[in-house]
């Protein structure tokens, strides 16, 4: 099965996500992070395999249903260090979901003010 349109999604989703145009969010899966576009959202997980960690894309309609799964390897014809890129993207997505870049920001406000709690 040829996956070209979903690569293209993946590498559309990774240059947007690095721009910042991307809302990524929590979801009621721990590890699991997801944004939500008109009519779909998308999440993304990992699942640890035989040989270690699979990085996993997957599409859900409006009506909750998964209607395209991925993971990097399926996506390793495709795209260029698929597990890299997915693994770049699904980092990129957990830190603007859990808010680490505020949470940084905020702890080095204090270390600067010499306050520590």
């Given amino acids: ?18 721009d910042g145009k991307i809302d990524w969010e929590t979801t009621e899966r721990t590890g699991v992070f997801q944004a939500s576009f ?3 959202s998308i999440r993304l997980s ?3 395999g ?7 894309f997957a599409i859900i309609n409006n009506e909750g249903a998964t209607i395209e799964r991925v993971s990097d390897v ?3 014809s495709n795209i260029e260090a698929a597990f890299e890129e997915m693994g770049n ?6 830190r603007i979901a859990l ?14 003010r010499d306050e520590l709690i």
């Avoid at 035989?50 to 996993?56: I, K, P, S």
């Avoid at 993207?89 to 957990?94: N, T, V």
Wanted: proline share 2%; net charge negative; no cysteine.
């Fill in 1 to 18: 099965m040829s996956h070209e349109k979903i690569a293209r999604i993946v590498m559309g989703v990774i240059r947007r996500t690095g």
């Fill in 38 to 40: 008109p009519n779909y």
């Fill in 46 to 48: 990992t699942i640890e």
């Fill in 50 to 56: 035989d040989l270690g960690v699979d990085y996993w």
């Fill in 74 to 76: 399926d996506l390793s």
């Fill in 89 to 94: 993207l699904y980092s990129a997505a957990r």
């Fill in 99 to 112: 808010g680490v870049e505020k949470a940084l920001d905020e702890l080095l406000e204090i270390i600067d």
